[in-house]
């Protein structure tokens, strides 16, 4: 593991705790190929939004900037990675890194209780 870790934020703001979260989501396997993983995540009308980082490319020449607000397709399938939840849409899997205070956990309890997602 490298000593130091050079992180480029250009939107909103993230805590260190966030930021740690994020970076130890970044180093793990995942089953799947990862478009995006995101911090301060929410659920609403069963897609999530967050704070996106890693995006990968989608276009040539766009590249979604690290602290950009993302908001995912509707979510197809949910599960655990280790410590991490994965979202499964249509147009890729995302990585909760995590939750946004206050609303953030409970909308995606509700979320995983209105419904079969895994």
Known sequence: MPDEIGVEIHGKDVSDFRLSRLVRASQRKYSVPITAF?????IAEDTCAGVSFDHIEKHEGYREADGAILRTGKIHTVRKEGRFW?????????????????????????????????
């Open 38 to 42: 995101l911090s301060d995540a929410f």
């Open 86 to 118: 994965l979202l499964e849409t249509r147009d890729g899997n995302y990585v909760i890194g995590s939750f946004l205070r206050g609303i953030g956990r409970g909308s995606f309890l509700k979320f995983l209780r209105t419904g079969e997602r895994f």
